[in-house]
């Protein structure tokens, strides 16, 4: 166990166990929650969330769309609240199915946005550990999470918990719906479920890897996460982590993006650059150009991939392993396993608190009250 061991990275080592257990609890659970008919019913899908919430919902679009072939869109929580045109809610059948994912479920814009959307005639299934929440009574039906207490950290385990619940329902979906016989829904998930032994196998040279990363890093002054399509998510829950767990600035953005806008940052040589590139991505070459480039910056680099540093033409680099599941639409569930150990074990190093202690100026956010007590506006 690394010396810089926190709680961070606890949360990390304990996954496999978590993915384990989870997917024995939700399996079944996904499989359920919705009839044959209201499967049929779907014509378009949009998924809600805030937060990690919005990160999942974020590596759950592309598989909902290969597996099912249904239309899906990440839309904020506040722009389904606010701003989502009202002639595209409460078509056909009850359409489309709102997918809204909070553990808590106590976030009042997820609250509002489910309640706008149900007025307006959509279907609405709550991803939430909490029946109770706002977002609990104010959805058609709920898949219940029962993610077991854990000591306190940015989010790590009941991210992984929301990206698996996401990925059982699309696997269910596509498999009632025709689009792939009952035999191969069902090697899906067990390649699922294998991802906890492959993540344990890895773990300790993540470990060895992060550490070495974070002591060379702790330091820097700026982080910019990069990714595309099926890795983006992992890209932005890096981000999210590192403000979280460090209070540090970083940046995310796609790997197109980034020759139009990040490429342009000064101080290069301070500034801390994780690529997330799996090697089954369609937009793999991008990603190596972008890699490449970042080098003839003199970028310091992190690169997280299922492939080695040959896969990325032998760029130079610090690359860490995450698992090369049997079928690409698991990889969300172990990829940002590295960006949260880096982070943490940053953390660690220079004694910041997570959330800054929701002490001082970051008081009004004690318990989550930022994002609790807010107007709720349905209209």
Same mark, same amino acid.
């Given at each position: 166990?690394?010396?810089?061991?926190?709680?961070?990275?606890?949360?990390?080592? *304990?996954?496999?166990?978590?993915?384990?257990?989870?997917?024995?609890?939700?399996?079944? &659970?996904?499989?359920?929650?919705?009839?044959?008919?209201?499967?049929?019913?779907?014509?378009?899908?949009?998924?809600?969330?805030?937060?990690?919430?919005?990160?999942?919902?974020?590596?759950?679009?592309?598989?909902?769309?290969?597996?099912?072939?249904?239309?899906?869109?990440?839309?904020?929580?506040?722009?389904?609240?606010?701003?989502?045109?009202?002639?595209?809610?409460?078509?056909?059948?009850?359409?489309?199915?709102?997918?809204? +994912? *909070?553990?808590?479920?106590?976030?009042?814009? +997820?609250?509002?946005?489910? @309640?706008?959307?149900?007025?307006?005639?959509?279907?609405?299934?709550? +991803?939430?550990?909490?029946?109770?929440?706002?977002?609990?009574?104010?959805?058609?039906?709920?898949?219940?999470?029962?993610?077991?207490?854990?000591?306190?950290?940015?989010?790590?385990?009941?991210?992984? %918990?929301?990206?698996?619940?996401? $990925?059982?329902?699309?696997?269910?979906?596509?498999?009632?719906?025709?689009?792939?016989?009952?035999?191969?829904?069902?090697?899906?998930?067990?390649?699922?479920?294998?991802?906890?032994?492959?993540?344990? &196998?890895?773990?300790? @040279?993540?470990?060895?890897?992060?550490?070495?990363?974070?002591?060379?890093?702790?330091?820097?002054?700026?982080?910019?996460?990069?990714?595309?399509?099926?890795?983006?998510?992992?890209?932005?829950?890096?981000?999210?982590?590192?403000?979280?767990?460090?209070?540090?600035?970083?940046?995310?953005?796609?790997?197109?993006?980034?020759?139009? $806008?990040?490429?342009?940052?000064?101080?290069?040589?301070?500034?801390?650059? %994780?690529?997330?590139?799996?090697?089954?991505?369609?937009?793999?070459?991008?990603?190596?150009?972008? %890699?490449?480039?970042?080098?003839?910056?003199?970028?310091?680099?992190? +690169?997280?991939?299922?492939?080695?540093?040959?896969?990325?033409?032998?760029?130079?680099?610090?690359? %860490? @392993?995450?698992?090369?599941?049997?079928?690409?639409?698991?990889?969300?569930?172990?990829?940002?396993?590295?960006?949260?150990?880096?982070?943490?074990?940053? *953390?660690?190093?220079?004694?910041?608190?997570?959330?800054?202690?929701?002490?001082?100026?970051?008081?009004?956010?004690?318990?989550?009250?930022?994002? &609790?007590?807010?107007?709720?506006?349905?209209?």
């Amino acid at each position: 166990m690394s010396k810089y061991d926190n709680p961070m990275s606890r949360q990390v080592f *304990s996954l496999p166990d978590l993915i384990e257990t989870q997917y024995d609890d939700l399996e079944e &659970k996904a499989r359920l929650v919705l009839s044959f008919q209201e499967i049929f019913n779907i014509q378009r899908i949009v998924l809600t969330g805030c937060g990690d919430s919005y990160a999942a919902s974020l590596a759950a679009k592309p598989i909902f769309e290969m597996l099912t072939g249904i239309p899906t869109e990440v839309v904020t929580a506040i722009d389904l609240s606010r701003y989502y045109c009202e002639k595209h809610m409460g078509v056909d059948c009850r359409n489309p199915l709102v997918i809204a +994912v *909070s553990n808590s479920g106590t976030g009042a814009r +997820v609250a509002e946005a489910v @309640q706008r959307a149900r007025l307006h005639g959509c279907y609405v299934l709550g +991803v939430t550990g909490n029946e109770e929440s706002p977002l609990g009574m104010h959805s058609d039906k709920i898949l219940k999470l029962n993610i077991p207490e854990f000591e306190g950290a940015p989010g790590t385990r009941s991210y992984m %918990v929301s990206v698996m619940s996401l $990925l059982l329902l699309a696997i269910r979906f596509g498999e009632v719906r025709g689009r792939y016989t009952m035999d191969q829904a069902m090697d899906y998930r067990y390649d699922m479920r294998a991802q906890g032994e492959a993540l344990r &196998k890895l773990l300790p @040279q993540m470990e060895s890897t992060c550490e070495k990363a974070a002591e060379e890093w702790k330091d820097l002054p700026y982080y910019d996460f990069v990714g595309a399509g099926f890795d983006y998510a992992a890209a932005w829950f890096g981000w999210a982590k590192m403000l979280e767990a460090t209070g540090k600035v970083a940046m995310h953005i796609n790997s197109e993006e980034w020759f139009h $806008l990040n490429f342009f940052a000064r101080d290069a040589k301070n500034l801390g650059t %994780v690529v997330v590139g799996n090697t089954t991505n369609p937009g793999l070459s991008r990603t190596k150009e972008m %890699v490449h480039y970042a080098n003839v910056l003199k970028r310091p680099l992190l +690169v997280v991939t299922d492939g080695t540093k040959e896969d990325f033409n032998g760029e130079e680099g610090t690359y %860490v @392993q995450v698992p090369a599941p049997k079928y690409p639409l698991n990889m969300p569930l172990t990829q940002f396993a590295p960006v949260c150990l880096l982070a943490g074990y940053i *953390s660690e190093m220079i004694g910041e608190k997570y959330g800054r202690g929701c002490e001082g100026d970051w008081s009004f956010a004690e318990g989550g009250a930022g994002v &609790k007590n807010s107007e709720i506006i349905v209209r």
